[in-house]
Nanobody
Framework: QVQLVESGGGLVQAGASLRLSCAAS????????MGWFRQAPGKEREFVAA????????YYADSVKGRFTTSRDNAKYTVYLQMNSLKPEDTAVYYC?????????????????????WGQGTQVTVSS
């Protein structure tokens, strides 16, 4: 079992930076691919970024490419989402998720259905 807890959200001004952390528990954390999703009020949860279990591959939504970076430290059981040049449209609840996508070859990293565990979410609000 993998348990995930996000932190680092908050209220910032447009152009600011924020780093989200997702702390995981579970002995097999290093075997899980990790994804970041976000959900704004009235909208469906959408893919933001993902990183493979080894950290060798990363994936980003077009809307955040060049601004956001995801990384992981398996020794610390933690995955990060560094968000730079934040825009008001980035405002949402951000969730981290874990899935065995690489090992199972079950599909794209951007698909919510491919993740087995989810954190509680952390609010990110960007003011203009």
């Amino acid at each position: 079992q993998v348990q995930l807890v996000e932190s680092g959200g908050g209220l910032v001004q447009a152009g600011a930076s924020l780093r989200l952390s997702c702390a995981a528990s579970g002995r097999t954390f290093s075997n899980y691919d990790m994804g970041w999703f976000r959900q704004a009020p009235g909208k469906e949860r959408e893919f933001v970024a993902a990183i493979s279990w080894s950290g060798s591959r990363t994936y980003y939504a077009d809307s955040v490419k060049g601004r956001f970076t995801t990384s992981r430290d398996n020794a610390k059981y933690t995955v990060y989402l560094q968000m730079n040049s934040l825009k008001p449209e980035d405002t949402a609840v951000y969730y981290c998720a874990a899935g065995r996508i690489t090992i199972a070859t079950i599909g794209p990293f951007s698909a919510k259905k491919n993740y087995d565990y989810w954190g509680q979410g952390t609010q990110v609000t960007v003011s203009s």
